[in-house]
């Protein structure tokens, strides 16, 4: 690994780094992955909990009392809080160097496709379109109910507030972001925006203010004789306004390609692509505010089934399906 990450820019990340990463909704976690805040990370699996150097040498290990896989995990910029989520519990981390997660206790069971922290809300979304919003570091319970209002699928919820939330879906071929206003009861769509240039979502995440949606934009061209020709892209939304920024939008090379995951850093995004006759690849792409397209910054082969986090501005976890553990400097290992 060329480099390493400084304390300082540990630091930043606390401030700075994604939270709330949805992977691809086809495939469960096995392992997940989040910073301790001092250059080191957390490596979650159904056998124990490995605290990990800036090199993955594990140097410490505590035991997983669920005994189960996680679910999944996210962060939440400002409020320097880390969550790792299983079936009926929380690891919650104070993102200040401390290693040992504290477990909390869901009021009930919860089968969590993806997870996001805002502030100290944590919102969980299972494959049913269902949501449950809890408050850290108890977790209280604050809503739970339906994600959305006439999405066929919710990839991702984001608690904007105690009684409202932005939920990314489906509705049949298109790519739907809702904000949901629950003050009035049952839930009322206080706005909602459709991404045009996208009809297939594979992985959403959220971070300062905004939403990032990876996906395709599969279209038919005479030239193919009826095949699709795929377009990979790369979209901002902010969640204030739902204005929408096209990061990168670029004809895929392959024949057949599938966005697998994303993770959102502070100045760049993470995209683990899935290519015929390619293999997986982790792309990271510059998202400047403003810079379009978004500047290609790195590629790198990985295992497939592999996640992905960030745990420093520019240096990013890979973990494989079998929980080995690399760290890579996404700006200098080019």
Excluded at 54 to 68: C, E, L, M, S
Excluded at 181 to 200: C, K, S
Excluded at 285 to 297: E, I, L, M, N, S
Aim: with cysteine; aromatic share 6%.
């Amino acid at each position: 690994m060329a480099g390493r990450p400084t304390r300082r820019a540990a630091a930043l990340a606390l401030f700075a780094l994604a939270a709330g990463c949805a992977g691809a909704p086809h495939r469960p976690r096995d392992v997940a992955v989040v910073p301790t805040g001092d250059g080191n990370l957390l490596r979650y699996t159904a056998a124990e909990v490995t605290v990990l150097d800036q090199q993955g040498r594990a140097i410490g290990r505590f035991t997983n009392p669920t005994t189960k896989a996680p679910r999944g995990a996210a962060l939440a910029m400002g409020s320097q809080l880390a969550v790792a989520v299983f079936d009926d519990r929380l690891a919650v981390t104070e993102l200040s160097g401390t290693n040992e997660p504290t477990w909390v206790a869901l009021a009930s069971p919860f089968p969590t496709r993806s997870a996001s922290l805002d502030a100290d809300r944590c919102a969980l979304v299972d494959g049913a379109g269902n949501a449950r919003v809890v408050q850290l570091p108890a977790s209280n319970q604050l809503w739970q109910g339906k994600a959305g209002l006439g999405l066929d699928d919710v990839v991702l919820v984001v608690a904007t507030g105690a009684a409202e939330h932005v939920a990314v879906g489906r509705r049949s071929h298109d790519v739907v972001v809702q904000r949901m206003d629950y003050r009035r009861g049952d839930g009322l769509v206080a706005a909602e925006t459709t991404i045009r240039d996208m009809n297939v979502l594979g992985a959403a995440g959220h971070a300062g203010g905004a939403l990032f949606l990876a996906g395709l934009r599969e279209v038919s061209a005479a030239s193919t004789r009826g095949a699709l020709v795929q377009y990979f892209v790369l979209v901002r939304v902010d969640l204030a306004t739902f204005r929408t920024e096209v990061l990168q939008d670029e004809k895929c090379a392959a024949l057949e390609t599938r966005v697998m995951d994303l993770a959102v850093g502070p100045e760049m995004l993470a995209v683990v692509l899935e290519q015929y006759k390619r293999g997986t690849s982790l792309r990271v792409f510059d998202q400047v505010q403003g810079r379009r397209p978004a500047t290609w910054a790195f590629e790198r082969k990985i295992a497939p089934g592999s996640s992905i986090a960030w745990i420093s501005p520019d240096y990013v976890a890979v973990v494989g399906p079998d929980g080995e553990t690399q760290v890579l400097h996404a700006v200098s290992d080019r």
